[in-house]
C-alpha cells in the first residue's frame, strides 16, 4: 500500500544549524508530495509540496526536492530559528485521489 | 477568511456515550474531509465531502461512525457507543475544489476526545 516514513525525533538543533528531516514514501505511479508543520496548539499548516519529479517545493527558508529515483522528499533548512520550533509531517496524495497519506511526523527543538 | 472552525475543542466522555463534533469550512470551500490523529501518529484519513455528498470512507470509519453535511456548509462527525480506542484528535480540512492549487488542503484546530 502507500506509505509514508519519516526519520524519527525529536531532532534537537541549535539556533542557525543546518535542518534535514528525512521523509520516504512507497506507492505505485507518482503521487504529490506534500510537508505540513504543526506549531504548538495550531492546526496542521501546509509548508510546501511538489506535484511531479525533480520539483522543488519552498517556502520561509525551507526546501524540498521530489526525488522520483531515490522516492524521497527530504525537508531542508539552512539556518533553523527558535521559532521552527514545531512537528513535520511528510504527506502524500494520489493525483486524482483526495486523502492525504501521512507520516507519523518528526518534531524539531531548536534552542537559542 | 476565517479559517477552518471546528468545535468543541476538546471532549470528555464515559464509555458507551454518544458524542458529535462539528467543523465549519473556509466559506465557498466545496470540499470537506475528516482525518483522525492518535497520540505519536500522523493524521488518517477519515471520509470526504463533495458538497453533500460523501464520497469516499476509510475502513477506519466503522459503523459506530456517521458523518454528514447535509446543506454542503458545515459537517458533523457522531461517534455512537464510545470506547477507549476512540480516544484521539478529529482534525476537519477543507478545499476549494479541482484543479491545481484549489487542491490545497486547510486543517482547522481538531477536536480531542477522550474516553474514559
Known amino acids: 500500500g502507500n506509505s509514508v516514513t519519516q526519520m524519527e525525533g525529536p531532532v534537537t538543533l541549535s539556533e542557525e544549524a543546518f535542518l534535514t528531516i528525512n521523509c520516504t514514501y512507497t506507492?505505485?505511479?507518482?503521487?504529490?508530495l506534500f510537508w505540513y508543520v504543526q506549531y504548538p496548539g495550531e492546526g496542521l499548516q501546509l509548508l510546501l509540496k511538489a506535484t511531479k519529479a525533480d520539483d522543488k517545493g519552498s517556502n520561509k527558508g525551507f526546501e524540498a526536492t521530489y526525488r522520483k529515483e531515490t522516492t524521497s522528499f527530504h525537508l531542508e533548512k539552512g539556518s533553523v530559528q527558535v521559532s521552527d520550533s514545531a512537528v513535520y509531517f511528510c504527506?502524500?496524495?494520489?493525483?486524482?485521489?483526495?486523502?492525504?497519506?501521512f507520516g507519523t511526523g518528526t518534531r524539531l527543538l531548536v534552542s537559542p | 477568511d476565517t479559517g477552518v472552525s471546528q468545535d468543541p475543542r476538546h471532549k470528555i466522555t464515559k464509555r458507551g456515550q454518544n458524542v458529535t463534533f462539528r467543523c465549519d469550512p473556509i466559506s465557498e470551500h466545496n470540499r470537506l474531509y475528516w482525518y483522525r490523529q492518535t497520540l505519536g501518529q500522523g493524521p488518517e484519513f477519515l471520509t470526504y465531502f463533495q458538497n453533500e455528498a460523501q464520497l469516499e470512507k476509510s475502513r477506519l470509519l466503522s459503523d459506530r461512525f456517521s458523518a454528514e453535511r447535509p446543506k454542503g456548509s458545515f459537517s458533523t462527525l457522531e461517534i455512537q457507543r464510545t470506547e477507549q480506542g476512540d480516544s484521539a484528535m478529529y482534525l476537519c480540512?477543507?478545499?476549494?475544489?479541482?484543479?491545481?492549487?484549489?487542491?490545497?488542503?486547510?486543517f482547522g484546530p481538531g477536536t480531542r476526545l477522550t474516553v474514559l
Open positions: 480540512a477543507s478545499s476549494l475544489g479541482v484543479g491545481g492549487g484549489r487542491n490545497e488542503q486547510f
Open positions: 506507492a505505485t505511479g507518482y503521487p504529490s
Open positions: 504527506a502524500l496524495r494520489y493525483t486524482g485521489f483526495q486523502k492525504l497519506v
